[in-house]
């Protein structure tokens, strides 16, 4: 099982301040990554997948980068629905998930 | 539009059973594969089984495997997952979810249901 990290378990920052989200995979997943926003009580959304690609819909401050086990999402500017949870997950192998970050404010 | 809706949820005892569904529509259900995922109270997110498009492929995480069966209607536009020997550790909101390709499987998810609670408990 591909084992993703992410850091930091929760992140500070203030409103119109730029957000950067780490996903670290135990082994090499390529491009194979997808980021999700989960707002409380809901589903998690589709941000981004194969590492750097935004979903239908998703607005133009995120963006991922990355390759290989090291893996970014960034928030250019937050606004105030951004404060939520962020989930990586990989799709190279069997979907693993990890244990998400909390954006709070500051 | 896109609607996935989860039921079938509910408290159920160890060691019993119960069957979610998922009841799809704004899309051509046939094309998709959909996967079930869930999320236990307070914790992260666990894929739990994948049907292909076609019903012909079904893989399931090793938590799950030989007691979940997944399974599609495509001429009701349902999913089902039928789950057997519960387990405490079983207790989860189960989402249903489609996948992002179309014709095949990538294993990453653009649609969610809202999700169903499932309670395992005496």
């Known amino acids: 099982e591909i084992v993703m990290t992410q850091s930091p378990a929760t992140l500070s920052v203030s409103p119109g301040e730029r957000a950067t989200l780490s996903c670290r995979a135990s082994?090499?997943?390529?491009?194979?990554l997808a980021w999700y926003q989960q707002k409380p009580g809901q589903a998690p959304r589709l941000l981004i997948h194969g590492a750097s690609t935004r979903a239908t819909g998703i607005p133009v401050r995120f963006s991922g980068s990355g390759s290989g086990t090291e893996f970014t999402l960034t928030i250019s500017s937050l606004q105030s629905e951004d404060f939520v949870v962020y989930y990586c997950q990989q799709y190279t192998d069997w979907p693993t998930f990890g244990q998400g970050t909390k954006v709070e404010i500051k | 539009q896109v609607q996935l809706v989860e039921s079938g949820g509910g408290v159920v005892q160890p060691g019993r059973s119960l069957r979610l569904s998922c009841a799809a529509s704004g899309f051509t259900f046939s094309r998709y594969a959909m996967h079930w995922v869930r999320q236990a109270p307070g914790k992260g997110l666990e894929w739990v089984a994948i049907?292909?498009?076609?019903?012909?492929?079904?893989y399931y995480a090793e938590s799950v495997k030989g007691r979940f069966t997944i399974s599609r209607d495509s001429s009701n536009n349902t999913l089902y997952l039928q789950m057997h020997s519960l387990r405490a550790e079983d207790t989860a909101v189960y989402y249903c979810a489609r996948d992002r390709i179309v014709g095949s499987a990538g294993y990453y998810f653009d649609y969610w249901g809202q999700g169903t609670l499932v309670t395992v408990s005496s």
């Open positions: 082994q090499s997943v390529s491009s194979s």
């Open positions: 049907i292909w498009y076609d019903g012909h492929n079904k």
